[in-house]
Nanobody, 124 residues
Framework: QVQLVESGGGLVQPGGSLRLSCVAS????????MGWFRQAPGKEREFVAT????????RYADSVKGRFTISRDNAKNTAFLQMNSLKPEDTAVYYC?????????????????WGQGTPVTVSS
């Protein structure tokens, strides 16, 4: 079983940056594709970014492409989401997730394990 612990959320001004981390337990971390999702108040949870088990493939939602970067350090069992040029509309609770497959995927139903979520607020 995979357990995920997220950190790095907080309050930041528009145009600022924030780096989220997700530490995973398990012996097969490099065989788990990782994803980041977010849920704003009153809205459905939406896809943000995903990365394959090896880190060789990444995909992003159009709303964050060019501003966010997903990465992973398999030696440390950790996934990251670097968020730059933050906008008020990025305000949400951010969740990391792990899939029981190495290939990156945008579908939340392919992710079996989820973190508790870390809140991000972008406001002046």
């Amino acid at each position: 079983q995979v357990q995920l612990v997220e950190s790095g959320g907080g309050l930041v001004q528009p145009g600022g940056s924030l780096r989220l981390s997700c530490v995973a337990s398990g012996r097969t971390f490099d065989r788990n594709a990782m994803g980041w999702f977010r849920q704003a108040p009153g809205k459905e949870r939406e896809f943000v970014a995903t990365i394959s088990g090896s880190g060789g493939s990444t995909r992003y939602a159009d709303s964050v492409k060019g501003r966010f970067t997903i990465s992973r350090d398999n030696a440390k069992n950790t996934a990251f989401l670097q968020m730059n040029s933050l906008k008020p509309e990025d305000t949400a609770v951010y969740y990391c997730a792990a899939a029981p497959r190495a290939s990156s995927t945008l579908s939340p139903r392919m992710y079996d394990y989820w973190g508790q979520g870390t809140p991000v607020t972008v406001s002046s």
